[in-house]
């Protein structure tokens, strides 16, 4: 594409059903930023175009500390783009990948941040696709940024999610894989965020194993305590991902009692020293 004005346009890196992505650098403030635009063999497109403008005004919409931020929109020689803050962060999967788990403070803070972006969602009516790690940005270590290309919705297209396996395996909420336990809703999300907490507390994701299996697992309600993964945690690690983890999509938290809980955690007089720990070696 034709770079927007006042972009150093760089490489394309990724793209979706109707964009690609681009790093980019916004010459006036020299700061690195991501410009999505849609593809060029799209263009003549009208479905394709009508997609794309959908998905732009919606992120344009969104303005949260603990969502990435669209920074301007146009459309250069017929082809629409935005620009949003720069994706070249470390991954919150990156964060779980290192040898290191994050002090329990960290831990808690984190999630704290990703709660409150779903609870800004929830009280717009929008649900997020895929909460996994891969799609949470870390710029500064308790300071989680949820990407929102292709991921924000409105909650009306959720009963739609049933149909593919949209939500990360290792995080997948139980109504999403059965239709008796009721509609998909926000608290689809917040079962992955106590799904990611569970994660970053314990080393390891609630289920593993392969995305089918465990998918059944979490229909099932095979989890694996956190405390027999992590039996030296204190009670209030447990009760809170369990609530989070709760099985029936009714008892579980809405996002905004989600942050006060977790609020509540980490605030605590006893979570002020971090407990030292070492990742656990996972069998193979």
Do not use: W
């Not at 929102?148 to 959720?158: G, L, Q």
């Not at 999300?189 to 106590?194: E, K, M, W």
Request: glycine share 6%; charged share 25%; net charge neutral.
């Amino acid at each position: 594409m034709e770079a927007p004005e006042g972009i150093q346009l760089g490489a394309a890196f990724a793209e979706d059903r109707t964009g690609t992505l681009y790093r980019a650098i916004q010459s006036k403030l020299n700061r690195p930023v991501t410009v999505k635009a849609l593809r060029d063999e799209l263009k003549d497109d009208e479905a394709a175009r009508a997609l794309f403008l959908e998905e732009r005004r919606l992120v344009a919409t969104l303005e949260h500390p603990n969502l990435l931020l669209t920074l301007n929109t146009g459309e250069v020689d017929g082809q629409p783009y935005f620009v949003t803050e720069s994706i070249a962060e470390p991954t919150l999967a990156a964060t779980l990948e290192a040898e290191e788990l994050p002090s329990e403070t960290t831990a808690v803070r984190i999630a704290i941040g990703i709660a409150r972006a779903l609870d800004y969602l929830a009280r717009s009516d929008l649900i997020y696709k895929n909460l996994s790690p891969p799609h949470v940005l870390l710029p500064q270590p308790a300071a989680p940024k949820l990407l929102t290309f292709r991921h924000v919705r409105s909650i009306a297209e959720a009963p739609r999610f049933r149909a593919a396996p949209v939500q990360s395996g290792a995080y997948c909420a139980p109504e999403l894989v059965r239709k008796d336990l009721g509609p998909v809703t926000i608290r689809a999300n917040v079962y992955a965020l106590g799904g990611i907490l569970y994660h970053l507390l314990g080393g390891v994701p609630p289920v593993e194993g392969g995305s089918a299996e465990a998918r059944a697992a979490h229909a099932e309600g095979r989890l694996r305590p956190l405390k027999d993964v992590r039996p030296f945690l204190r009670d209030r690690a447990y009760v809170t991902v369990g609530r989070l983890l709760s099985h029936d999509p009714a008892v579980r938290p809405d996002p905004a009692e989600a942050v006060a809980m977790l609020e509540e955690y980490v605030e605590d007089p006893l979570v002020t020293h971090p407990l030292k720990t070492r990742r656990k070696k996972r069998r193979r």
